[in-house]
Nanobody, 127 residues
Framework: QVQLVESGGGSVQAGGSLRLSCVASGNTARTNCMGWFRQAPGKERERVGVIDTGGGGSIYYADSVKGRFTLSQDNAKNTLFLQMNSLKPEDTAMYYC???????????????????WGQGTQVTVSS
């Protein structure tokens, strides 16, 4: 079993920055993707940025955050970070950390494969 604990959310004004952290505990050996997803009220959960931890460490970002958000890892501390700069009101959402087995650049997963979510941390950006 894998536990994911997020922190770092909060309220900022547009143009501000936040840094989210996700600490993973347990055995992540059967997962090969780790990243951040978000869900705004009334919208579907969407992928923000994911690291292919099982391969060469490639990182994939949603088009809406490219150039503003940066994903990084501290493997020694089993921690995943999301540095968010130039925040916009449309970035307002609950942000979730996820560790899972995925394929096709971590875009897809299978119900039978490992899939773990954190409880989420709220990010609110005011204009």
């Amino acid at each position: 079993q894998v536990q994911l604990v997020e922190s770092g959310g909060g309220s900022v004004q547009a143009g501000g920055s936040l840094r989210l952290s996700c600490v993973a505990s347990g055995n992540t050996a059967r997962t090969n993707c780790m990243g951040w997803f978000r869900q705004a009220p009334g919208k579907e959960r969407e992928r923000v940025g994911v690291i292919d931890t099982g391969g060469g460490g490639s990182i994939y970002y949603a088009d809406s955050v490219k150039g503003r958000f940066t994903l990084s890892q501290d493997n020694a501390k089993n921690t995943l970070f999301l540095q968010m700069n130039s925040l916009k009101p449309e970035d307002t959402a609950m942000y979730y950390c996820r560790a899972y087995w995925g394929f096709n650049y971590c875009k897809y997963s299978l119900p039978s494969q490992p899939n773990y979510w954190g409880q989420g941390t709220q990010v609110t950006v005011s204009s």
